[in-house]
């Protein structure tokens, strides 16, 4: 089991930075790609970002690149998503999840076998 928790939502005016954390815990020994998602109100979630651990590839949508940046800690127990220019689109709930095993596109939802419970992410224009 893999425990992810989420921190470092809140509200901010368009234009504006966060930084999210997602702190996994648990059996972490077989990670494979750790992942951001998003759900706006109304409409279904989509993945943001990812990062392969072993190659440190990352993904984003092109919605949010050049904006958002993926990373992880040294002893890669945190997962970080620091967002800058931040636009009102960009309100939903943010999810980390973790994969175990190969297979699958970064952006896919069933690739992810552990989710966190998510943190609210608001941006007034």
């Known amino acids: 089991q893999v425990q992810l928790v989420e921190s470092g939502g809140g509200s901010v005016q368009a234009g504006g930075s966060l930084r999210l954390s997602c702190a996994a815990s648990?059996?972490?020994?077989?990670?494979?790609?750790m992942g951001w998602f998003r759900q706006a109100p109304g409409k279904e979630r989509q993945g943001v970002a990812a990062?392969?651990?072993?190659?440190?590839?990352?993904h984003y949508a092109d919605s949010v690149k050049g904006r958002f940046t993926i990373s992880q800690d040294n002893a890669q127990s945190t997962l970080y998503l620091q967002m800058n220019n931040l636009k009102p689109e960009d309100t939903g709930t943010y999810y980390c999840?973790?994969?175990?095993?190969?297979?699958?596109?970064?952006?896919?939802?069933?690739?992810?076998?552990?989710w966190g419970q998510g943190t609210q992410v608001t941006v007034s224009s």
């Open positions: 990062l392969y651990t072993g190659s440190g590839a990352t």
């Open positions: 648990g059996d972490t020994l077989f990670t494979y790609c």
């Open positions: 999840a973790h994969a175990r095993r190969i297979g699958g596109s970064w952006y896919e939802e069933q690739k992810y076998n552990y």
